[in-house]
């Protein structure tokens, strides 16, 4: 299985189970977004959408 920390994974010690949990962060605002209930499906979907095209633009230059 491929894994975007597959190179840094290499420096790191070897578990005895040989498993790693990775726990990032995320923002309150993303979570609310990723677990609305109370958004019909037609606003998650636009909402979602104008998330990932502000990563897609501001993704390298913060």
Same mark, same amino acid.
């Given at each position: 299985?491929?894994?975007?920390? %597959?190179?840094?994974?290499k +420096?790191?010690?070897?578990? %005895?189970? &040989?498993?790693?949990? #990775?726990? =990032? @962060? @995320?923002?309150?605002?993303?979570? $609310? /977004?990723? $677990? %609305? =209930? =109370? +958004? $019909?499906?037609d606003? !998650? +979907?636009q @909402?979602?959408?104008?998330? #990932? *095209? /502000?990563? &897609? !633009? *501001?993704? =390298? $230059?913060?």
């Amino acid at each position: 299985a491929s894994s975007p920390w %597959a190179e840094e994974s290499k +420096l790191w010690p070897r578990p %005895a189970d &040989d498993r790693y949990v #990775i726990e =990032d @962060q @995320q923002c309150a605002e993303f979570h $609310t /977004l990723a $677990t %609305a =209930d =109370d +958004l $019909t499906a037609d606003s !998650k +979907l636009q @909402q979602r959408q104008a998330l #990932i *095209n /502000l990563l &897609d !633009k *501001n993704w =390298d $230059t913060g």
